[in-house]
């Protein structure tokens, strides 16, 4: 039987990794039981494994921008002591990245062999991680990248309109920003499949198919769990000032799916639509 190693277990992903391996050998580790920038114990936590799938990652992106080296420990030194580990003990390895690697400015779907050109600290750190993985384990790794992601486990976008539904009549959301929202438990099943498939190492789009606004994904969201939408007001980016600029475009390409012989992730709002059945959000 396969040994999966899943780090950064306690996150939001990393709950729904368990679940989709649920039948199989899993050693499942959180922050408190492994820090992946600590390289002995990295090494010590992946002999044994045959998959290692990282989910440990810094994703306080506004804090990013003024501990830019907190957050390169963690997304870049972290998946480049998993990659070394894992080619010295002949696992596999699956590390998630993100759509901030790319500059937003795009107008179509970014390719997953697209140039990456990080605006802001969290994205050149993640970056950063996914290079030297690829360089380190140019045959045996995956970098999969998604993005908008929500779930059941953990601090989400859709968490938060939904808390704010509770204590607000109407809520502001921005139309500037467009991505395609993710249930973790579709990403994390889709991982598995691409370890077990034996797809080809490269770079993997992990995202729901499909594209909306944070306001569209906000008006799907009410209407799913019987609110009103009209509940939820256009606003654009002005309103919103944070430390770290956002990209305005973040639509990803899912050829590489193709090319394994996999198909593309279902569109969001199907998916949105089984996370809601699934008690993964709850009004």
């Known amino acids: 039987m396969t040994r999966y190693l899943i780090t950064g277990a ?26 992946v920038t600590d390289a002995d114990a990295v090494d010590a936590a992946v002999a044994g494994h045959d998959v290692v799938i990282n989910s440990a990652a810094y994703t306080k992106v506004d804090d990013a921008e003024t501990h830019e080296d907190d957050a390169y420990a963690v997304n870049a030194t972290g998946p480049e002591l998993l990659a070394r580990s894992a080619v010295r003990h002949g696992a596999k390895l699956v590390t998630v990245s993100t759509d901030y690697v790319f500059d937003g400015h795009g107008t179509a779907p970014y ?18 991680g996914e290079a030297l993985v690829r360089r380190i384990a140019p045959d ?15 601090p989400n976008f859709a968490a938060t309109m939904l808390r704010l539904a509770g204590s607000h009549d109407t809520v502001r959301v921005v139309t500037d920003q467009v991505g395609q929202p993710t249930w973790t438990g579709d990403l994390a099943r889709r991982i598995v499949e691409l370890v077990e498939s034996d797809a080809p190492a490269g770079f993997y789009h992990g995202t729901n198919a499909g594209q909306a606004s944070w306001y569209d994904f906000t008006r799907a969201i009410y209407s799913e769990l019987g609110l009103d939408p009209e509940r939820v007001l256009p606003t654009d980016s002005t309103a919103f000032v944070r430390p770290a600029p956002r990209p305005a475009y973040s639509v990803l390409g899912h050829d590489g799916w193709s090319r394994a012989g996999l198909a593309p992730m279902r569109d969001w709002r199907e998916a949105l639509a089984a996370a809601v059945r699934a008690g993964a959000l709850t009004a």
């Open 140 to 154: 045996t790794s995956y970098v999969v990248r998604t993005a908008w992601i929500y779930g059941a486990h953990g």
């Open 111 to 128: 390719a997953e062999d697209a140039q990456t050109d990080p605006i802001n600290a969290y994205g050149r750190t993640k970056a950063a």
């Open 10 to 35: 306690s996150g939001m992903l990393g709950h729904d990794l368990q679940h989709a391996l649920a039948d199989a050998d899993v050693t499942a580790l959180g922050r408190a039981e492994l820090d």
